[in-house]
Structure formats: structure tokens, C-alpha cells
């Protein structure tokens, strides 16, 4: 009796992995053909791509006197800076306001000494960070990501 139950046992199973077996080759040709024939990306992407935006906007050179200090010596700063963003219409927002977001810099940078101008943090110069975050608070905004500094000189 034990050999007759057996044999159905083992025939379910067999069947049972072959029809796996069956379905996933099935499954397989219909990815691949999928693929092969270019829908499946197409499907792809239109999920995964998103239209990113980016934008510079150069700005013309700067040249600022630094604080001295209690120093008779005069610095100067020679700074030419690009505007980053990927925000959509960034770059329309930025062009408009150039005349505030200039005087923004200038009145950051003119706090600054020769000695701090190249303080870094996390490799990263300090007055980025802070001229990010005095342009987009000037502009009521988030619109500057980055700031690429292109030139820089110190006198």
C-alpha cells in the first residue's frame, strides 16, 4: 500500500516542476522578446526618466575689496562665478534678478579676508555655501543649487 501512495505522490511533483518549468521559459521568452523589441524599454524609461532641467547662468567678473582688518594693506578679490540649478525656469528667474544677485555677493564677499575667502568644509569652500543660501534667501527661493567658481584671485 505504502509503494501505491507513494507513486502519486511523486508524479504531482514531477508535474508540478515541469509546469514551473514550462511557465518560467514562457515567462522568460516573453521579457526577452519584450526586450528585443524595444517596448519594454520604452516602458522603462517612461517610468524612470524624468526631464531634469539644468541651468548656469555666468555672472560677470567681480573685483571687491576684502576686509583688512585692522591691516593698512589693501586685498583684493578677483571672482568670476557661474549660477546652478536645475529648478525649471531657474534660469529665467536668475537672468532677471542679475542686479540683486550681484549686490548680494559683493556684500558677502566684502566681509571676508584673504584668510578666509579658502576655508573649506567637507571639501567644499565655505563662501559657496554661504552665497547659496544669501542668493536664494534674497530671492525668496531655492532656485541656486550650486555655484562653480570659474576664476579666483586674491591680492
Known sequence: MKSEEAKPAKGKKKISIIIA?????VVGAVVSFGFTSGKATEIIKGFSE????ESTVPLE???INLDSGESAKKNFLK?????????????VLLNANVAEIRDTIISVLRKKSVNNVFVEEEGKLIIKKELIEAINKK???DAVED?????????
Request: hydrophobic share 50%; charged share 25%.
Open 21 to 25: 518549468i514550462l511557465l518560467a521559459i
Open 50 to 53: 524624468k526631464e531634469v532641467v
Open 61 to 63: 567678473e567681480f573685483l
Open 147 to 155: 555655484i562653480f567658481i570659474t576664476n579666483i584671485v586674491t591680492q
Open 79 to 91: 571672482i568670476e562665478l557661474s549660477l546652478y540649478s536645475t529648478k525649471e525656469d531657474a534660469d
Open 139 to 141: 530671492l525668496d527661493t
